[in-house]
């Protein structure tokens, strides 16, 4: 059939029927190459054979409907239609199958404030250019009390991505230091949610062994655990977008490293069990450390990291370095005022209550005198808890769990107070 299309017999094609074969191989791999990169025949056998085998048909369907067009033969027709369903069902495992090692592309469904995996000239991102820079500034100086210095400078780096002001393909990052409940991690939940992207936050403490370090990054071939990719590979094909929290890095195994350092600079990150590979150049990777938790201002933060055990080359390739600043005894007394509130806000909802609140002003200045102004904010949550929740607690009850429409808190000495009232 095939050699009538041409003019030649099978007796002028039969000593060309190996080299044939050989070339059709030959344009199977090479397709599977295109489509997934260099082929792992023991990682990802299925979906080489699925390539190689789609690559055969389709050229076998080119040449029947070729054939069909010069010469009408029903037997070609027959197979012409028996293809099409094999086609197709080769080219949803296609479409299905994990990509190996070439970039991943990003997933097509999640659409916050633009597409993903739109590559954009100069280093611009389509998820920071249309952003409106003077709202998110006031939404993230909300959220963190106290910081506005830390808030500006990430502000300004963000501004710098959006114009294009930066390497092509690599995503905005910073190091967010300074004592401990200064609202380091509030500031990065307030970023993913003002820009409506979805936070992945990892504890670095969990990672600080070489094995489980593995769990993050990926175990080298031959170690175990090595016949999955690490976490941070999934997170990002799912969320290459995302907002991602290192919290704590200062206490990371140094294996943990080496695979970062590509993520930093060419938005690349390659998992180290499968090879594996996935482009998150619109991502934003945030750092958190408590090594330095004075900094004098004027100060050089990144030779002061570099001092303190942070490799030099991991520095270095962090785009901002931003100092988050004790908090002064006023701050906190806002900051404890609107933890307060949130605390009552979650109670009410968990109840489902209505009442009016009231609390006195020298409440708040007793929730700060009992905290510890070196663990900042984070104390609070536990003073609150352990004075307000415990009066509220006995008022309500005491009352038996009548419902009430008024709650007063207030001072009585070095005690609080709640009253629950109609």
């Known amino acids: 059939m095939v050699a009538t299309l041409f003019g030649l017999t099978e007796k002028d094609l039969k000593p060309f029927s190996p080299l044939m074969a050989l070339l059709a191989l030959a344009y199977g791999l090479a397709w599977s190459y295109l489509r997934f990169g260099r082929p792992r025949f023991f990682k990802t056998g299925a ?65 916050h404030l633009g597409r993903t995996g739109v590559s954009l000239g100069h280093g611009q991102s389509p998820y920071l250019e249309g952003v409106d820079f003077a709202e998110l500034s006031r939404k993230l100086r909300e959220r963190v009390i106290g910081q506005e210095e830390a808030v500006d400078a990430l502000i300004r780096g963000l501004k710098r991505k959006a114009a294009g002001f930066g ?11 300074g004592p401990t409940g200064t609202g380091k991690t509030e500031l990065a939940k307030a970023l993913a949610e003002s820009l409506g992207r979805p936070l992945v936050r990892y504890d670095m403490n969990a990672f600080g062994q070489e094995h489980t370090a593995a769990l993050l990054v990926g175990s080298p071939p031959g170690y175990v655990g090595s016949d999955k990719p690490g976490r941070l590979y999934e997170d990002l094909l799912r969320a290459p977008e995302a907002v991602v929290l290192f919290d704590e890095m200062e206490k990371a195994h140094p294996f943990v490293l080496d695979p970062l350092l590509q993520l930093l600079d060419e938005g690349r990150f390659q998992e180290l069990s499968q090879g594996l590979v996935v482009q998150a150049s619109d991502a934003v990777l ?29 520095v270095n390739r962090v785009d901002e370095v931003v100092a988050f600043r004790p908090f002064t005894r006023e701050v906190l007394l806002e900051v404890a005022r609107r933890h307060l509130l949130g605390y009552l806000e979650g109670w009410k909802r968990a109840r489902g209550l209505a009442f009016r609140l009231e609390v006195d002003e020298a409440v708040l200045h007793r929730l700060v005198s009992l905290c510890d102004l070196r663990f900042g904010a984070r104390d609070l949550q536990r003073v609150i808890e352990g004075t307000v929740g415990d009066a509220l607690a006995d008022a309500y009850l005491r009352r038996g769990g009548r419902r009430f429409s008024r709650l007063r808190i207030y001072l009585d000495g070095d005690n609080l107070v709640a009253v629950l009232g109609d």
């Open 47 to 111: 979906r080489v054979f699925a390539a190689i085998a789609f690559a055969f048909f389709a050229l076998a369907e080119a040449v029947l409907l070729l054939n069909l067009f010069m010469r009408w033969d029903t037997v070609a027709f027959a197979l012409a239609l028996g293809f099409l369903p094999l086609l197709g069902a080769l080219w949803t495992t296609l479409q299905a199958s994990p990509a190996g090692e070439r970039a991943v592309p990003v997933s097509q469904g999640r659409v």
């Open 286 to 314: 945030l750092f958190t450390t408590n090594l330095l938790t004075e900094v004098p201002e004027g100060a050089d933060l990144r030779g002061l990291l570099v001092a303190r055990g942070l490799r030099p080359e991991f």
């Open 167 to 177: 390497r092509k393909g690599k995503p905005f990052s910073a190091m967010l230091l």
